[in-house]
């Protein structure tokens, strides 16, 4: 299927990553995770974006499905749904340096009467070769902006 030409800046994204992770914040306790991103191709002018989170024993933690977007030259755009009750919508800088391809966006985020309060968060994700880093922040639970996960995914 042809990519559309918007997406050429992130195309090495499209595909399967998984990896470790690593989480913490002021309000739990440290812990390891595995992950897993899909970002797929489907032929219209966006990503589809999925990520999925699991316990080194195989329980499911957390998940998140949306839309990767390029609106224009080094705009990036991210949608997220999550079953916490949480919308997530990003936006940012897409930089792609000697192959590196680096996205930072902030997210404003929307809750369900019952979620957990979450007033904004922070991404990046750097597609080195065959290596994919993400890291992420946020503001929540009366916290400040704060670093929350950092995971390390390779191609599958």
Known sequence: MDLAPNLTPIAS??????????????????????ETITVENIGKPFLVYRQRTRSATGVPLHTESGFLRV????VVELTLAQPTG????????LEVIDGVVELRMSGVVTATATAKSVEATERRYRLDGGSLRTDFAMAAV???MTHHLTSQLDRA
């Not at 990553?17 to 739990?28: A, F, H, K, L, V």
């Not at 609106?71 to 080094?74: H, I, L, S, V, Y």
């Open 13 to 34: 994204l499209v595909g399967t990553w998984t990896g470790p992770g690593s989480g913490e914040y002021p309000t739990i306790e440290s812990f390891d995770y595995i």
């Open 71 to 74: 609106p224009a030259d080094g």
């Open 86 to 93: 949480h919308t997530e919508l990003c936006a940012g800088t």
């Open 142 to 144: 009366g916290v400040p």
